[in-house]
């Protein structure tokens, strides 16, 4: 069989470029804005991974003191972050731009959560609210066993 390499090559650039350009505008919006970056990954049935990007001490500069990391059923926003659940065990922030991960257990299964952080300087001096992040965790609830199996005769 004859393969038409040029056809093949030509869409691999092709989906070279695309992903580069991908990453290129990831990293540029992370450049602009990365208190906008967070991001939520179902880690389990009762647990979820949160990332983002530190934010510093004074906006995009120097190391933050604390964050406020919360999650709810309901979605999240600045009028009633307050209200929402806080995780303890917050992570300390790293030095502006670097990357952070928090994993938020003791979860329900099959249940979206939203999930949002404030960070403070050492004053403290609070940030407003990050982007929302939202997902849900895995389904924990296996299909019945089969109890009719039987042998056609
Ligand atoms: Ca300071
Ligand atoms: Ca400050």
């Known amino acids: 069989m004859k393969i038409d390499y040029s056809l093949h090559n030509s869409l691999l650039a092709g989906a070279a470029l695309l992903l580069f350009a991908t ?3 990831s990293a540029a919006a992370g450049q602009a804005n990365p208190s906008k970056e967070l991001k939520a ?3 389990s049935a ?3 991974t949160i990332t983002w990007t530190s934010p510093g001490d004074d906006s995009l500069t120097g190391t933050a ?3 406020d990391i919360r999650y709810s059923t309901a979605l999240i926003t600045a009028a009633n972050f307050a209200t929402a ?3 303890s065990g917050e992570p300390t922030p790293k030095i502006a731009g670097s990357s952070e991960s928090f994993t938020v257990t003791g979860l329900t299964p099959n249940t979206l959560y939203y999930f949002a952080i404030k960070t403070a300087d050492e004053v403290p001096n ?3 609210l990050s982007n929302v992040a939202s997902i849900s ?3 924990s609830v296996p299909p019945a066993a089969i109890k009719n199996l039987a ?3």
Request: aromatic share 8%.
């Open 151 to 153: 042998v056609q005769q």
């Open 41 to 43: 990954t179902a880690a």
């Open 46 to 48: 009762t647990s979820i």
């Open 85 to 87: 659940t806080q995780v």
């Open 137 to 139: 965790t895995l389904d």
């Open 65 to 67: 003191s604390q964050y």
């Open 126 to 128: 609070w940030s407003g």
């Open 23 to 25: 990453i290129m505008s």
